[in-house]
């Protein structure tokens, strides 16, 4: 097993002044461990870590709110400028029915968020794509997780070696 793993930072916010960190992780398998995989169908092992998202800014969630709250608003606009005769009411309605569903699935992506914080590693899925990124606050958070990761994957190398024989029948007295 070959395993990378790669710290990075990057700025986010409207600003450009948050700081987020990652750890970029890749493994690879030899072929040795694939036959041991496939031979002793390994492929549901694996290990929890971190989620490879950050949690949503306040200024995402206020965002949010306002779109929820807004687009109600247009709607019900565009309908009273329709019973007016204006021209406005299809734009109205047809807006404030994007940002309505724009602000549910933003809603929604928040909300699966802040519901699951970690993320399922296991061997199917690397074996798929060997790539995977878990999200730090801090980089001393980013320290922790690489120890972390690195037990996790020593972990699963000791379940890939120990399968690879199976153990011989033994006759003992009690």
Not at 23 to 50: A, M, N, P
Request: charged share 25%; hydrophobic share 40%; proline share 4%.
């Amino acid at each position: 097993m070959r395993v990378t793993i790669e710290h990075r930072d990057k700025t986010s916010g409207v600003l450009q002044n948050h700081k987020e960190y990652y750890i970029d992780c890749q493994v690879e398998f030899s072929e040795e461990e694939r036959s041991i995989i496939r031979e002793r169908d390994l492929y549901k092992s694996g290990f929890t870590i971190g989620t490879s998202t950050p949690p949503p800014s306040s200024a995402s969630v206020l965002g949010t709110i306002a779109l929820r709250v807004l687009s109600p608003l247009l709607v019900i606009g565009g309908i009273i400028a329709s019973l007016s005769g204006s021209g406005l009411s299809g734009p109205l309605i047809i807006g404030g029915s994007a940002l309505f569903i724009s602000g549910w699935i933003r809603g929604r992506k928040e909300d699966k968020r802040w519901a699951n914080d970690e993320q399922m590693i296991t061997v199917k899925r690397l074996l798929h794509n060997p790539r995977f990124t878990v999200n730090a606050w801090s980089p001393i958070r980013a320290q922790a997780l690489d120890e972390e990761l690195r037990e996790h994957l020593a972990d699963l190398k000791a379940v890939i070696v120990g399968s690879a024989q199976l153990q011989e029948k033994q006759t003992f007295d009690l």
